[in-house]
């Protein structure tokens, strides 16, 4: 049985619960069953702004200067896919009731069981819409996190067979996978930076917090009054845009990054 709206809006209602829900795993037998039934084959990558990646190999470049940035591998599986399903509202946003941004500008979902999501959760897209789409998302500052998710398998009622892939169009506000920070760190590890992607604090910190508020995972500390970027880091890259002193740094030390990450999702979805 597909999905309706009215479940949908059933699921919004225990939204508010999902701090508390994600603590519960911290119990061995609560995170067993949980991750059997909305994790167990998860597998997400975190694609930072372009306009914060530095690339680190023999010379520092900044962009535009003709060097591949994140978004190229959400073009990449657009372009590749055989079919995109615009969702017409992002159910976190909506949940929230989301004043920063669009709540219409949700998930957008590619391959063969998107075909069968519901006609009321949005709309079949053409390669060009979904890349006009995706731009649009990332003016409104918003986050991409890309790869199998299997709570969408879940939700939408889609099979669980591998051939759905998720971007996700995030905000720090509203964003599910603030439960990261609560989450077990077995269930926390199913969400990744992107490879070669290396976060630092430089000595222009002045150790203000501002980067502690953007960060939608808490990976950052304030040590002897500086910003310290813990492993938890999943490279988003907010709180490059948002440190007001500019003392925070993006790089990316392995020049494979792009080729690696599709290989990292291309081992968990099938969108051909």
Known sequence: ???????????????????????????????????????????????????????????????????????????HFIRKTTYRFIMKFCICREANHCKNHPIEYGCLFLGEAARGISREFGREATIEEALDYVQKCRKEGLIHLIGRDKIDETWLGVGSD?????????CSCCCLWKILADVDPQIRSKVKRMPGVEVMVTEKCIGCGTCIEHCFVKAIELQDGQAVVTEECKGCGRCVDSCPQKAIRMTFSDDQFIQKTIERIESSVDVE
């Open 162 to 170: 591998g051939r759905l892939l998720t971007i996700c169009n995030c």
């Open 1 to 75: 049985m597909k999905p309706t709206r009215r479940f949908v809006l059933f699921l919004e209602k225990l939204f508010p619960y999902r701090f508390i829900a994600a603590k519960m795993t911290r119990f061995p037998l609560l995170k067993q069953i949980t991750n059997q039934m909305l994790f167990k084959q998860t597998n997400l990558t975190v694609l930072p702004k372009d306009s914060v990646v530095e690339i680190t190999l023999n010379k520092a470049i900044k962009p535009p200067e003709n060097i591949v940035l994140p978004s190229v591998v959400v073009e």
